[in-house]
């Protein structure tokens, strides 16, 4: 299974439905042979399902959820019939609008709708021609980057008599996604989570203060246990949860702690520093749980291919990862934040311009992560990056259970 994960490349994009839950994960492959896929769903039944539920398992609302994967799959993969017997509910064949619909692509497709499998249609313009097989399609998907509203809107209007499901893709602002709403896409995908959605003379809640006033806090390194403990002590729900987690079986420390001053000198001000920036983040109850899991995400995976690769400090890596996504969960404009934080300027270069070694390394991770497919790691490090996806995406469940006081 390694094998395949490092040849493939293998990155999650969410789908967020009209209230901004995930309902589903695109998984994004680079390869430079197009036969990688086909080899990677013809291996091993039991690695298959290991992997896709991986990159589709997220934690949310007290549970651990399994996600439906939609797979990018050609023409060619789709007439070999080439699928393993994988959960028909957890697979979503994602196919490209085809210049010819043939009668032996449409028979071909059919087998897949009779057994179960969810069709969709990507990068769908819609045109009579195509009507057969929207009749076999689930849902449609139409780049918003390609067609004007009016245009859209009389695609949506021509596939209403088919029933599929309208997913509005490359949405990379919160304005682009309230006119998709309001033009009635069911489903969205894009960049515009990570955006913040700014409000001219917005002012901070004294939540979100005391936020900013601990982070800034984590910046000094000669900041003391005493300082952090009263910072912390000033939001009582992020007092709990962090005595809740230094006191859970992760840690089996002998005695049980119960003060936040304890906590710091037990675990060090490394663990605490941690801790207590991704529990001040988790505090944010406003944004969506998935703009909190792209932060968790982020920002071990940059810690991890730190340390394994040494170029950078890892605790900086991890640290440069939460700030570079702070603005869109506290909805500030970046500048202003970095001003009040007080960073390093190897921080404030790395998330403004991607500039220094740990720019570099943010840009690598934030590439890797969407799939960009003009992005090419070189084949010494292909497999550090793999390893530490496929871990930022484990840890960021086990975290967001910890973080909400589950399991404790």
């Not at 806090?217 to 952090?228: H, I, N, S």
């Not at 792209?294 to 605790?315: F, G, K, N, P």
């Amino acid at each position: 299974m390694e094998e395949h994960l490092n040849q493939l490349g293998l990155a999650r994009q969410p789908i967020f439905d009209r209230e901004l839950n995930v309902v589903a994960y695109e998984l994004l492959y680079q390869s430079e042979h197009g036969e990688a896929v086909a080899k990677f769903l013809k291996g091993d039944q039991e690695s298959c399902n290991v992997l896709i539920n991986n990159f589709t398992s997220i934690y949310d609302s007290g549970t651990l959820k399994s996600l439906p994967a939609f797979l990018n799959v050609t023409e060619g993969f789709i007439r070999t019939e080439s699928l393993p017997s994988l959960s028909r509910h957890n697979l979503v064949l994602d196919v490209k609008q085809q210049p010819n619909i043939t009668p032996e692509l449409l028979g071909s497709l059919k087998k897949y709708v009779d057994a179960g499998y969810r069709l969709v249609l990507d990068d769908f313009t819609y045109n009579s021609d195509y009507d057969e097989l929207l009749k076999l399609a689930h849902m449609v998907r139409v780049d918003i980057r390609k067609h004007s509203d009016e245009a859209i809107v009389s695609h949506l209007e021509s596939m209403r008599p088919f029933k599929v499901v309208s997913l509005a893709e490359n949405v990379e602002t919160h304005d682009e996604y309230e006119r998709c709403h309001a033009l009635g896409f069911r489903l969205f995908q894009g960049t515009f989570l990570s955006r913040p959605t700014l409000v001219e003379g917005k002012k901070l809640t004294s939540n979100q203060a005391i936020v900013i006033h601990l982070l800034a806090a984590l910046q000094d390194q000669d900041v003391t246990p005493a300082v952090l403990a009263d910072i912390s002590s000033r939001d009582p729900q992020l007092t709990f949860k962090l005595l809740r987690i230094v006191n859970s079986a992760q840690y089996n420390l002998p005695n049980k702690i119960e003060s936040l001053s304890q906590a710091i000198i037990a675990l060090g001000m490394n663990e605490i520093n941690k801790w207590a920036t991704l529990l001040a983040l988790s505090s944010n109850d406003e944004k969506p749980s998935e703009l909190i899991r792209q932060i968790l995400v982020t920002a071990r995976m940059c810690e991890s291919v730190a340390y394994r690769t040494e170029e950078i400090d890892s605790e900086l890596a991890f640290i440069t990862g939460v700030i570079s996504m702070l603005d869109a969960l506290l909805e500030i404009d970046q500048e202003s934040l970095l001003e009040q934080l007080s960073v390093s300027d190897e921080i404030v270069e790395a998330v403004t311009s991607y500039e220094g070694p740990a720019g570099r390394l943010l840009q690598a991770v934030n590439f890797y992560m969407i799939g960009q497919s003009a992005f090419k790691l070189p084949p010494h490090i292909q497999e550090v990056y793999a390893d530490a996806y496929y871990d930022a995406l484990s840890w960021s469940n086990e975290t967001m259970q910890l973080m909400s006081g589950s399991h404790l």
